[in-house]
């Protein structure tokens, strides 16, 4: 491992690649390997030991690639098994978890927070924990404040010390991001369906907690309105990635960049969906077996 080697990147699919997209924009000069574990997709609705499993073995591959750094770029896998991860192997991890909290932490200026993710990452309490770690709290009350009986009109209600945050699962949105129906109007009145409970409870943050969710952006930013920031923690992870790069003086100088991808299954849909994703063509992808 050097200065030239490359930033490794996995995902459960294709989410990963708004992280990957705002390195090529931030750090041009950085190496990068990135995985799509396509053929287990989505991470959301596995057990967190399933998911714990999948994530040593995407690392076990990168690693084998001689990585400097790796960035858990999916907030189901970072919420479950970063730490873990983190203990066992001796290269720099990031997630995309602390990056969001943290922004969202400085965006508030009421200290009513937003966040909505895929299931695993709500049911996980993984940005609560995070917040509160980085305030220093204790453990919070969850109360679930249920509006009628549809699934899709839950989200949770957390108190802590002063700070209001309001979780949701919102599954749909990973569909219609891979579909390209962002801004139609399937997108709006999906966006309107999920996000309507938040909207009523005057949040001014709120945290899109998955990969996929800042293509659906202006859609969200339609229904929520000019008074709610939105955090994008692709944005967010990759200003991370930048500093724990400056500290450990692992900055490529290099001019000779290698993008390289790889899947676990079907790389013709990754990349039909991943060249719409990054805005850009994808040279070189293999795909490969991990876990076996």
């Known amino acids: ?3 030239n080697s490359p930033i490794g990147i996995f995902d459960s699919g294709v989410g990963g690649l ?3 997209k705002e390195i090529f924009r931030v750090l041009p000069n950085e190496a990068t390997i990135y995985l799509g574990d396509t053929a287990r997709v989505p991470y959301g609705i596995r057990s ?3 998911v714990t499993r999948y994530s040593f073995e995407n690392t076990e591959f990168l690693v084998k690639k001689s990585i400097k ?3 858990i770029a999916c907030n189901t896998a970072s919420s479950i098994s970063l730490e873990a991860i983190k203990n066992h192997f001796s290269i720099p991890v990031i997630g995309v978890i602390e990056p969001g909290a943290k922004a969202a932490l400085g965006s508030t200026k009421t200290n009513r927070i937003g966040i909505i993710g895929t299931e695993g990452t709500i049911k996980s309490n993984s940005y609560i924990n995070s917040i509160n770690a980085i305030r220093n709290k204790g453990t919070v009350a969850v109360k679930i404040k249920d509006h009628g009986t549809k699934y899709l009109d839950r989200y949770f209600k957390i108190e802590a010390d002063g700070m209001v945050i309001f979780t949701k699962a919102c599954p749909l949105f990973v569909s219609l991001a891979e579909e390209g129906w962002t801004t139609n109007d399937v997108a709006r009145l999906t966006v309107k369906h999920y996000l309507s409970g938040l909207k009523k409870e005057n949040i001014d943050t709120l945290v ?3 990969t996929h969710y800042p293509l659906l952006k ?3 930013a339609e229904v929520m309105g000019d008074d709610v920031s939105l955090i994008d923690s692709a944005t967010e992870t990759v200003k991370e ?6 500290v450990l003086k692992l900055e490529s100088k290099s001019d000779k960049i290698q993008r390289q991808f790889y899947v676990t299954d079907s790389p013709e849909r990754f990349l039909l969906i991943g060249e719409r994703f990054l805005g850009q063509k994808i040279e070189h992808i293999e795909k490969i077996a991990v876990g076996i």
């Open 48 to 50: 967190p030991d399933t």
């Open 69 to 71: 750094l790796l960035v």
């Open 1 to 3: 491992m050097d200065n």
């Open 18 to 20: 708004t992280v990957l």
């Open 218 to 220: 202006e859609s969200i």
């Open 241 to 246: 990635i930048k500093k724990m790069l400056s």
């Open 208 to 210: 899109l907690g998955c």
